[in-house]
Each structure stands twice: as structure tokens, then as C-alpha cells.
Antibody
Framework: EVQLVESGGGLVKPGGSLRLSCAAS????????MNWVRQAPGKGLEWVSS????????YYADSVKGRFTISRDNAKNSLYLQMNSLRAEDTAVYYC???????????WGQGTLVTVSS | QPVLTQSSSASASLGSSVKLTCTLS???????IAWHQQQPGKAPRYLMK???????NKGSGVPDRFSGSSSGADRYLTISNLQSEDEADYYC?????????FGGGTKLTVL
């Protein structure tokens, strides 16, 4: 069974940093692209970042470019999102999501809440 | 990059059918999309991948009541024999080489 389990969310002040993790199991992690998708309270889904299976290709939404860094450790079956210079508008539930290369997202984690507030 | 447009809300009666629409922007009418369901308070769940031809492939465990179809730039999700648990937000998704895009979502109310 495919499982994606996010952790690392919490309350952080504007300008602060946070590192999210996603532990993957039930599939060959190193064969899949991975994504972070967020959802602000009461709002829709917003793609944040993608990383290819070997980390060769990395992409970001314009809203987080230069502040967020996606990475992965295939030996640990883990995906990460380093978030710096956080803003109030980054407040959201952050989901880890699996996607075969150049395919749709086919599995989602349960999400972790990030709240940016003073 | 592509843009996906969805109606903000839809409603239908218990046991009836409903057809939700996702429209691709000009120049992107051939794109493949996916449909995702998000029940209240839960994470999204993958429903299916839907091609411009109307061919679709559903995710594991998705009931037969869910089906997809296409016409031009429009991609449809049809839910038959509506159940109370189908009340949810439905999002379409598409992608290209360096980005993913979601529609704004349709909130489905089962009356």
C-alpha cells in the first residue's frame, strides 16, 4: 500500500524557516517524481514544487521561487521542503504527492499544517 | 502554461447523476487532465486520468459510479447514483514539463 506521511508543520513567525518532510513507503520511491502541493484555509489546491526521480529536474511555483527548496533522499525514501523567509500567505496545509514522470498525481499524503503568524 | 476553469459549485439529488466540467485554456485543448476528490476535512484523493479522446483510467478503489468523458477543450467527470459521501470538492489537474496546474475546484452538494 502506498503511504505518504508528512511531518514538520507548525507555527512560525513571519520571516522564519521550517523544514517539511514526507516519508514514503509501499512503492519504489526512486522511480517517481514527487511534488509539494498546498492549500490555504478555505481555498483551492496550489502546486508548490516538483522534483524528478533522480533530482535532476526541480521546478517551483513563482510564489515560492527563491524562498523554498525541494530535495529528496532516495536512500531514505524521503522528500523534503525547506521553507525560508516565510510569509503570512504561506499559511496552508502542505501535501506531499506522488506522480509518475510527466503524469498526473496519483497519491496524496494526509498533509501537514503550516501557520505563519506573529 | 495551461489554465483550468471549473464552476465553483454544483448540486444534485441523492441517487441522481451529475456532470462536472473542467475547461482547458486556448492552445491547450489536447492536454490530459486528472480529477481529484476532496471530502470535507480530508486530503485529496485521486479519481482518474482523462485524455482528450475521452479515454480514462481510474485510481485504485474508485467506484464504477465515477466516469470521465471529453469534448474539445472540456473534460467531464460524471458521478452516477449520487451518494451522500460524494459531497466534496472536485479538482482537475494538468501538467507540462515544468509546472502543474489545478482548477479552482467545484463544490458538489448532494441534496
Amino acid at each position: 500500500e502506498v503511504q505518504l506521511v508528512e511531518s514538520g508543520g507548525g507555527l512560525v513567525k513571519p520571516g522564519g524557516s521550517l523544514r517539511l518532510s514526507c516519508a514514503a513507503s509501499g512503492f519504489t520511491f526512486s522511480s517517481y517524481s514527487m511534488n509539494w502541493v498546498r492549500q490555504a484555509p478555505g481555498k483551492g489546491l496550489e502546486w508548490v514544487s516538483s522534483i524528478s526521480s533522480s533530482s535532476s529536474y526541480i521546478y517551483y511555483a513563482d510564489s515560492v521561487k527563491g524562498r523554498f527548496t525541494i530535495s529528496r533522499d532516495n536512500a531514505k525514501n524521503s522528500l523534503y521542503l525547506q521553507m525560508n523567509s516565510l510569509r503570512a500567505e504561506d499559511t496552508a496545509v502542505y501535501y506531499c504527492a506522488r506522480a509518475p514522470p510527466l503524469h498526473d498525481i496519483d497519491y496524496w499524503g494526509q498533509g501537514t499544517l503550516v501557520t505563519v503568524s506573529s | 502554461q495551461p489554465v483550468l476553469t471549473q464552476s465553483s459549485s454544483a448540486s444534485a439529488s441523492l441517487g441522481s447523476s451529475v456532470k462536472l466540467t473542467c475547461t482547458l485554456s486556448s492552445g491547450h485543448s489536447s492536454y490530459i487532465i486528472a480529477w481529484h476528490q476532496q471530502q470535507p476535512g480530508k486530503a485529496p484523493r485521486y479519481l482518474m486520468k482523462l485524455e482528450g479522446s475521452g479515454s480514462y483510467n481510474k485510481g485504485s478503489g474508485v467506484p464504477d459510479r465515477f466516469s470521465g468523458s471529453s469534448s474539445g477543450a472540456d473534460r467531464y467527470l460524471t458521478i452516477s447514483n449520487l451518494q451522500s459521501e460524494d459531497e466534496a470538492d472536485y479538482y482537475c489537474e494538468t501538467w507540462d514539463s515544468n509546472t502543474r496546474v489545478f482548477g479552482g475546484g467545484t463544490k458538489l452538494t448532494v441534496l
